[in-house]
């Protein structure tokens, strides 16, 4: 099956800096990759995902760039700020029915 | 709208004891899932179903046992628990067809096997 692996594990940044989280993976099938947000307490949400028929999406403040040559993908986050602090997770699927995820960036916004 | 609803929120079972995790949802999503949540471990797959009366094995599926009967329902049952399913457990579901790919998911069941 599936393989993502995800860096770093954590992340601390100073609120208005940027954010990079990466996440490489295995099977080059694969064509679909969201991005979860997990708050304390809470199921993921979904923020953002890409598929593999595109380089890079962006959403405000967030975006995603994917390349599927090194079978990779990242999530960067601008201006962050003190909301943005939670635990983010990649994920990937090549048929829509087993959805694979990473192992978790946990990032904290200092104000 | 209450989406996906999971119960209990917490349990503390005795090794060798049996229990079930409920999950509805009221989206009319075809797809629900269970994924496990471990520290450090991201989410692993457990089982998931793409429709009531069909159910198959995610990666970690040793130890559990599902049924989807109905679209709304689908309980995860644990048989003789063992220390190794204390987790968090997440059921979330996607409504399925064409490439609509957003899971959503329920709030958690903590489950800690003493």
């Known amino acids: 099956g599936e393989n993502v692996e995800q860096h770093p594990s954590t992340l601390s940044v100073q609120e208005g800096d940027s954010a990079v989280i990466k996440c490489t993976y295995s099977?080059?099938?694969?064509?679909?990759f969201p991005w979860y947000k997990q708050e304390l307490g809470k199921g993921p949400q979904l923020i953002i995902d890409?598929?593999?028929?595109?380089g890079e999406k962006k959403d405000q403040r967030i975006a995603v760039t994917l390349n599927k040559t090194a079978k990779h993908f990242s999530l960067h986050i601008t201006e962050t700020q003190p909301e943005d602090s939670a635990v983010y997770f990649c994920?990937?699927?090549?048929?829509?029915?087993?959805?694979?995820f990473g192992s978790g960036t946990k990032l904290n916004v200092k104000p | 709208n209450a989406g996906v609803t999971q119960t209990p929120k917490f349990r503390i079972l005795k090794i060798g004891q049996s229990m079930t995790l409920q999950c509805t949802q009221d989206?009319?999503?075809?797809?629900m899932y269970w994924y496990r949540q471990d520290p450090g471990m991201g989410l692993k797959l457990i089982y998931y179903?793409?429709?009531?009366?069909?159910?198959d094995k995610g990666e970690v599926p040793n130890g559990y046992n599902v049924s989807r009967s109905t679209t709304e329902d689908f309980p995860l049952r644990l048989e003789l628990a063992a220390p190794s399913q204390t987790s968090v457990y997440f059921c979330?579901?996607?409504?399925?067809?064409?490439?609509?790919?957003?899971?959503?998911f329920g709030e958690g069941s903590r489950l800690t096997v003493l």
């Open positions: 994920a990937a699927t090549y048929n829509f029915n087993k959805f694979y």
């Open positions: 989206m009319n999503h075809n797809y």
């Open positions: 099977d080059s099938a694969s064509n679909y």
């Open positions: 979330a579901s996607r409504v399925g067809g064409g490439r609509a790919g957003e899971l959503f």
């Open positions: 179903s793409v429709g009531a009366g069909i159910t």
């Open positions: 890409i598929r593999s028929n595109v």
